[in-house]
């Protein structure tokens, strides 16, 4: 099964070639679903990002699937063109006239989970225009698993000539809305979610009162539209049974460290599935790890047929581990692989848990030895002074450098 990783910064580019994803998708700013909540790729660097993942072996994927309107259509195309000069495997697209225009421009196309494909006589139409397609979220394995065999039975081929793959989302966030579809934030604020501008007001904490008498109703928890996160490391082996060929790791709008992780516990899992070696055991320690950087609340969402009514409980993340800034690289030793850092915030200590993120370093991470700071060995580096320590390898000047520490408490969110 291949991983496509979600890159929303060359960071988290960088992050992802270094956990193994087979793809990563991303949006260039403006027009993409995540035009608000993503660093995104300015035009001029689309090209130098698809060397990059070329250079590893990985395909790259632009993400056009939002509303457009006629005012825009020049822009699109003028998108999709540069696109094609730059060499993107594929488009990921819900709007036939984005569709159209890539077949003209030759590019392969990908079916946007906001198409919302239930059923096969669907798969089987929109297999005239593209390879892959995303399947709406609100499928169980046993519904996805009737239409990969189908596939199957047909010979059903994209416009490449391969056989249709089919692609789900295997963790990151859910949404209360019909494959992303939602209008809250629209209509709200006017700032609308199906053109990447969503401000995520179904993650905040609501109370129901009654305008006339003043009584209020008693819920849950007040978070009424939360979801929680989707997270399938313990059905794995349900998916492939499945006939799925393409595992999608949501988060644009999340960080390089959530990034390298997601990806590498998911690479770590396919290919213990393809050595024989997934066990209850190691997926525990992958459940423990996911659970370390960003998320909801993790739940399987709709693919065992069950109701999703676990909500979040609380706002913000429910990472057990937090990272914390702490400063910036000045220098590089090169031939001792010392890293020296400018500590403007948080205060370092000897043996603590780091991570360094820059957009060519990707991320970092270890633990703190060798610690010096001002040129004397220490156990801690206050702020004001300059820190080294050991590191595996090459990190940048102005690279960031976060101290990880575990959450001890949920205020702490």
């Given at each position: 099964?291949?991983?496509?990783?979600?890159?929303?910064?060359?960071?988290?580019?960088?992050?992802?070639?270094?956990?193994?994803?087979?793809?990563?998708?991303?949006?260039?700013?403006?027009?993409?679903?995540?035009?608000?909540?993503?660093?995104?790729?300015?035009?001029?660097?689309?090209?130098?990002?698809?060397?990059?993942?070329?250079?590893?072996?990985?395909?790259?994927?632009?993400?056009?699937?939002?509303?457009?309107?006629?005012?825009?259509?020049?822009?699109?195309?003028?998108?999709?063109?540069?696109?094609?000069?730059?060499?993107?495997?594929?488009?990921?697209?819900?709007?036939?006239?984005?569709?159209?225009?890539?077949?003209?421009?030759?590019?392969?196309?990908?079916?946007?989970?906001?198409?919302?494909?239930?059923?096969?006589?669907?798969?089987?139409?929109?297999?005239?225009?593209?390879?892959?397609?995303?399947?709406?979220?609100?499928?169980?394995?046993?519904?996805?698993?009737?239409?990969?065999?189908?596939?199957?039975?047909?010979?059903?081929?994209?416009?490449?000539?391969?056989?249709?793959?089919?692609?789900?989302?295997?963790?990151?966030?859910l949404c209360i809305s019909a494959g992303g579809r939602c209008g809250m934030s629209l209509y709200q604020y006017n700032a609308s979610a199906n053109r990447g501008l969503c401000l995520q007001s179904c993650r905040f904490k609501y109370r129901v009162i009654n305008e006339e008498t003043g009584q209020e109703m008693r819920l849950q928890n007040g978070y009424l539209f939360s979801a929680q996160d989707i997270c399938t490391i313990d059905i794995l082996d349900r998916i492939k049974k499945a006939g799925v060929s393409v595992l999608k790791i949501e988060g644009r709008g999340r960080?390089?460290?959530?990034?390298?992780?997601?990806?590498?516990?998911?690479?770590?899992?396919?290919?213990?599935?393809?050595?024989?070696?997934?066990?209850?055991?190691?997926?525990?320690?992958?459940?423990?790890?996911?659970?370390?950087?960003?998320?909801?609340?993790?739940?399987?969402?709709?693919?065992?047929?069950?109701?999703?009514?676990?909500?979040?409980?609380?706002?913000?993340?429910?990472?057990?581990?937090?990272?914390?800034?702490?400063?910036?690289?000045?220098?590089?030793?090169?031939?001792?692989?010392?890293?020296?850092?400018?500590?403007?915030?948080?205060?370092?200590?000897?043996?603590?848990?780091?991570?360094?993120?820059?957009?060519?370093?990707?991320?970092?991470?270890?633990?703190?030895?060798?610690?010096?700071?001002?040129?004397?060995?220490?156990?801690?580096?206050?702020?004001?002074?300059?820190?080294?320590?050991?590191?595996?390898?090459?990190?940048?000047?102005?690279?960031?450098?976060?101290?990880?520490?575990?959450?001890?408490?949920?205020?702490?969110?």
């Amino acid at each position: 099964m291949e991983i496509t990783a979600p890159a929303g910064s060359m960071a988290a580019l960088q992050a992802a070639l270094q956990a193994g994803a087979d793809s990563v998708y991303l949006g260039l700013k403006g027009l993409n679903m995540r035009a608000r909540s993503g660093n995104n790729f300015s035009p001029a660097q689309l090209a130098e990002a698809v060397a990059l993942a070329r250079s590893a072996g990985v395909k790259t994927y632009l993400t056009l699937n939002i509303i457009f309107y006629n005012k825009e259509t020049e822009k699109i195309k003028e998108i999709i063109n540069k696109a094609a000069r730059s060499g993107i495997d594929a488009v990921i697209a819900s709007d036939i006239a984005v569709i159209q225009y890539c077949r003209q421009c030759r590019i392969p196309v990908h079916i946007s989970t906001q198409l919302s494909v239930a059923n096969y006589e669907a798969v089987k139409f929109w297999a005239q225009y593209a390879d892959v397609i995303v399947l709406a979220r609100e499928l169980d394995l046993g519904m996805i698993k009737d239409i990969t065999a189908r596939i199957k039975k047909d010979d059903l081929r994209g416009p490449s000539g391969e056989l249709l793959k089919i692609e789900i989302f295997a963790h990151g966030a859910l949404c209360i809305s019909a494959g992303g579809r939602c209008g809250m934030s629209l209509y709200q604020y006017n700032a609308s979610a199906n053109r990447g501008l969503c401000l995520q007001s179904c993650r905040f904490k609501y109370r129901v009162i009654n305008e006339e008498t003043g009584q209020e109703m008693r819920l849950q928890n007040g978070y009424l539209f939360s979801a929680q996160d989707i997270c399938t490391i313990d059905i794995l082996d349900r998916i492939k049974k499945a006939g799925v060929s393409v595992l999608k790791i949501e988060g644009r709008g999340r960080d390089a460290l959530y990034v390298k992780k997601t990806v590498a516990v998911y690479k770590a899992a396919v290919e213990a599935l393809r050595q024989n070696g997934y066990t209850a055991a190691r997926v525990s320690e992958w459940l423990e790890e996911l659970k370390t950087v960003f998320n909801r609340g993790l739940e399987g969402g709709y693919y065992l047929g069950n109701k999703c009514t676990n909500l979040a409980n609380r706002y913000g993340s429910h990472a057990v581990e937090k990272k914390i800034f702490s400063g910036k690289v000045v220098h590089f030793y090169s031939k001792l692989k010392v890293v020296e850092i400018s500590i403007t915030a948080t205060p370092v200590k000897e043996g603590e848990k780091f991570v360094i993120t820059g957009d060519t370093t990707g991320v970092l991470s270890g633990k703190i030895k060798n610690l010096r700071g001002d040129g004397c060995k220490q156990q801690t580096v206050k702020q004001g002074q300059r820190a080294t320590f050991t590191v595996s390898r090459k990190v940048r000047i102005n690279d960031r450098l976060y101290i990880i520490r575990k959450r001890e408490k949920w205020k702490d969110l």
